[in-house]
């Protein structure tokens, strides 16, 4: 099923036309790798989708139902979770009120921003997802963020994400600066993720991780989707020669030949 | 040990980075200074001494309230030293030549911090100009207004007792102690200041700002209006430390609280706020405002030379940040 469509979407900035037209889906339970270089508008186009700055043109369905994003907190309503590059969290918080950040659980409601947190909810609330998405080794819901590693940041990251029950759960160069093991760990959390149901849209530009963890591959180059493959039908040179543009037929024959 | 952990933790663990933490270490201090100074004096435990040193306390320390909020967002206001001249001397010069109600004139003087903080929230937010250019040039401009509409010289005391003048400067006797009423107004606003860094939601949100501001804002934090807000907080709060001030010594002196924010801004840090921003303790804040108080006071009594007094201050200012950073280093490793 249907979760996610885009039709269309432009953005410059200045002259820049970082995205001239972007349409794809995203289905339910499903992992969609976002590939492309440096500057093919990846980024551009995650960011258009949470929020974090309005399209020029174009469109967003979300399960069918044209919606109008206008800031991160519409995209989190309409249950859009973005992971963004290395900017996800706040070192000095615990790890239970940056799971709760921007959502904190309150008494006294009506007291707005100076109601006081829950604290033993937020507690409790952060002990039972760490419990349940099975983050390694043990954290403790009161630790520093500051103190965790890259790999459990993004895990972090990651479960905050799962736990608001987000449809779609978008991943921005998630393994930047990881070690291997750390990598294999965010990877197979995508993987968890997925079966819970949610759908995942993971950008990229390591294709190694894509043949891993993704059911489908979206190519961008300078601003256009360029291919769209699901990984069953596809290999890696393949792709390989499409983010660069190079024209690798010549050279794809000769590695099948052998 | 920031706001975010402590309250949270189970309580022999909580104990351990309790003591680690720097508005501990703080405190750890204060107190060996006093008892030195007790010593080395024995008039400084006086009820006079006190008094005087709880007199001027709330007035710097009523600023540093809103500066500790405000520098855990990541930012920081030079202007508020400018403010605490202005603002009285505004509200005096339209009761004296306007012939205005004290109480209107009072009411105009929060409005001009208002402006002031606003404005210094705005430019620094939605043109992204660093607070330090901008509130720096807002000093010089707040002081300078101070300085022309008085032409340099001391406006003429307000001496009238009323209602205002009791509500901010009223005096009162505790035994041989004698209090001002601006120590109820230290007292209720930094519990005020403790509740919400610590405990409300906005508090989660000026950490979560100061410390990754990106990260805030993705989550949907209204970043910019905390921080306008912030500055309008702390231009009010030096505003009424100014009118404290001003109505307890009887004259507004265009002058009045020059350098009054590095003074701020030392006591916030030497009880523990990051400067960087992300990690506040009003707690701190509170001894570091004891501290720095009773050193400016101890080294009189203890004879160290008038002109020799700001070595010692620096000196320990210095001393303290140092070992925040070694006990910071230290809780790294650990
Ligand atoms: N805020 C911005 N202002 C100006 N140009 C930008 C901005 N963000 C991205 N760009 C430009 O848009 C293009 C696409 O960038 P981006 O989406 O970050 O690419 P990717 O994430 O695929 O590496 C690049 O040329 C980049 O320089
Ligand atoms: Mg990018």
Redesign the interface.
């Known amino acids: 099923m249907e979760v996610l469509r885009l039709h269309n979407l432009q953005k410059s900035f200045g002259s820049v036309r970082a995205l001239k037209s972007a349409s794809f889906t995203l289905n339910e339970g499903e992992v969609v790798a976002l590939l492309g270089d440096n500057g093919a508008g990846k980024s551009t186009l995650i960011k258009a989708i949470?929020g974090?700055f309005p399209v020029d043109r174009g469109d967003i369905y979300v399960r069918g139902q044209r919606v109008s994003i206008r800031?991160?907190?519409d995209a989190?309503d309409l249950g859009i979770e973005?992971i963004?590059q290395d900017?996800?969290?706040?070192?000095?918080?615990?790890i239970?009120?940056?799971l709760f950040?921007?959502?904190?659980p309150?008494n006294l409601k009506w007291?707005g921003?100076?109601?006081?947190?829950d604290?033993a909810q937020?507690?409790d609330a952060a002990s039972a997802l760490l419990k349940r998405v099975g983050i390694s080794k043990k954290l403790d819901?009161?630790?520093?963020v500051?103190?965790l590693s890259g790999g459990e940041r993004q895990s972090i990251a990651i479960s905050r994400a799962m736990q608001f029950a987000a449809k779609v759960i978008i991943l921005d160069e998630p393994t930047n600066n990881l070690g291997v093991e750390e990598t294999h760990g965010v990877l197979r959390f995508v993987k968890e993720v997925r079966d819970a149901g949610h759908s995942v849209l993971l950008i990229t530009h390591n294709i190694h991780h894509v043949f891993q963890v993704a059911d489908r591959i979206i190519v961008m180059r300078r601003g256009e989707i360029v291919a769209e493959q699901t990984v069953a039908d596809t290999d890696l040179l393949t792709v390989e020669s499409i983010i660069t543009g190079a024209d690798m037929s010549a050279l794809l024959k000769e590695t099948r030949a052998k | 040990m920031t706001i975010a952990a402590e309250e949270e933790m189970p309580r022999a663990k909580r104990r351990s980075s309790l003591i680690r933490s720097p508005q501990f270490s703080s405190l750890v201090i204060l107190i060996v200074l006093l008892a030195v100074f007790a010593i080395a004096d024995a008039n400084f435990l006086s009820p006079l001494n006190i008094s005087n040193m709880m007199a001027f306390l709330p007035e710097l320390g009523i600023i540093a309230l809103g500066m500790t909020l405000l520098l855990t967002a990541g930012e920081f206001d030079l202007s508020v030293g400018a403010v605490f001249g202005l603002a009285p001397v505004v509200v005096m010069l339209l009761v004296q030549n306007g012939g205005v109600d004290i109480g209107v004139a009072l009411l105009a003087g929060l409005l001009l911090c208002i402006a002031i903080g606003a404005i210094n929230g705005l430019i620094v937010t939605k043109i992204g100009i660093s607070s330090f250019l901008v509130t720096l040039s807002m000093l010089l401009v707040v002081r300078g207004a101070a300085l022309y509409i008085t032409q340099g010289f001391p406006l003429k005391s307000w001496d009238q007792p009323g209602f205002f003048v009791t509500l901010l400067a009223g005096s009162f006797n505790i035994g041989t102690f004698r209090f001002y009423t601006s120590l109820w107004w230290f007292i209720g606003l930094s519990l005020l200041a403790i509740y919400v860094l610590r405990y409300a939601k906005l508090g989660n949100w000026i950490s979560a700002i100061g410390s990754n501001r990106n990260a805030a804002v993705a989550r949907g934090v209204p970043a910019d209006a905390v921080k306008i807000w912030l500055f309008i907080l702390t231009s009010v709060l030096a505003g009424l430390a100014g009118m404290i001030s001003a109505f307890r010594i009887s004259a507004a002196s265009p002058v009045a609280g020059t350098g009054y924010e590095l003074e701020v801004i030392a006591m916030v840090v030497v009880g523990g706020t990051a400067l960087t921003g992300g990690r506040g303790t009003i707690f701190g804040t509170i001894v570091g405002a004891l501290m720095l108080r009773s050193i400016r006071n101890g080294i009189v009594l203890i004879g160290v030379p008038g002109l020799a007094y700001n070595i010692f201050v620096g000196v320990i200012i210095l001393a303290m940040l140092i070992l925040h950073a070694l006990l910071q280093k230290n809780a790294a490793r650990s």
């Open positions: 949470s974090v800031s991160t907190r989190m973005t963004h900017t996800s969290l706040a070192p000095d918080l615990s239970a009120r940056n950040l921007g959502r904190e309150v007291l921003v100076f109601a006081p947190l604290l937020l507690r819901a009161d630790a520093l500051s103190t």
